[in-house]
T-cell receptor, first 121, second 113 residues
């Protein structure tokens, strides 16, 4: 089945530094990837939609300058948390949509990465 | 607007009991997909089932079963003979065009030995 790999799985960083999280589709091409954030004991909230070769679309209330998204290839999207602060500590998880026309396109299961637990100290 | 409501925040059962997790959704789209995911303490999302809006057949997979009723906009999930390993947070989710997935608040299930 389709695999989405997210790296790192855990990261601890100092306040004020930036952290990059990678989301890779390992066996399919993804024109669109989604980034979610999950606070402890809460649901997953969509942060942004990442489109290959174009700017990401951010959900209302998400700071685009704080959470930089780059989708430079059909298999990789990155989320960079800039100038991280303790309140950015959270679980970040990505999902990927197969590219149009591929064998997986009509499979509407959302392929999720394993998630990244970010702790800012 | 799309919305998924999981009214049960936490459920606690004793092993071997049956338990049903409720999910009610809202959407104006006629084509949509419903999902259930399990999130164990490790955090990853484990896909359990996908249902499209045109298939109201109930489904059974081992101890798991799902009841999809469009008339009440519900997609409930039942675990039969629950086990301690079933303890996790369960999310119901809705996806329409574009694969954007909206999650419910989740139901935390505790299964005691």
């Amino acid at each position: 089945g389709a695999v989405v790999s997210q790296h790192p799985s855990r990261v601890i960083c100092k306040s004020g530094t930036s952290v990059k999280i990678e989301c890779r589709s390992l066996d399919f091409q993804a024109t669109t990837m989604f980034w979610y954030r999950q606070f402890p004991k809460q649901s997953l909230m969509l942060m942004a939609t990442s489109n290959e070769g174009s700017k990401a679309t951010y959900e209302q209330g998400v700071e685009k300058d704080k959470f930089l998204i780059n989708h430079a290839s059909l298999t990789l999207s990155t989320l960079t948390v800039t100038s991280a602060h303790p309140e950015d500590s959270s679980f970040y998880i990505c999902s990927a949509k197969p590219a149009t026309g591929g064998a997986l396109y009509w499979n509407t299961e959302a392929f999720f990465g394993q998630g990244t637990r970010l702790t800012v100290v | 607007a799309q919305k998924v409501t999981q009214a049960q925040t936490e459920i606690s059962v004793v092993e071997k009991e049956d338990v049903t997790l409720d999910c009610v959704y809202e959407t104006r789209d006629t084509t949509y997909y419903l999902f259930w995911y399990k999130q164990p303490p490790s955090g990853e999302l484990v896909f359990l089932i996908r249902r499209n809006s045109f298939d109201e057949q109930n489904e059974i997979s081992g101890r798991y079963s799902w009841n999809f009723q469009k008339s009440t906009s519900s997609f409930n999930f039942t675990i039969t003979a629950s086990q301690v390993v079933d303890s996790a947070v369960y999310f119901c989710a809705l996806s329409t065009g574009g694969f954007k997935t909206i999650f419910g608040a989740g139901t935390r299930l505790f299964v005691k030995a």
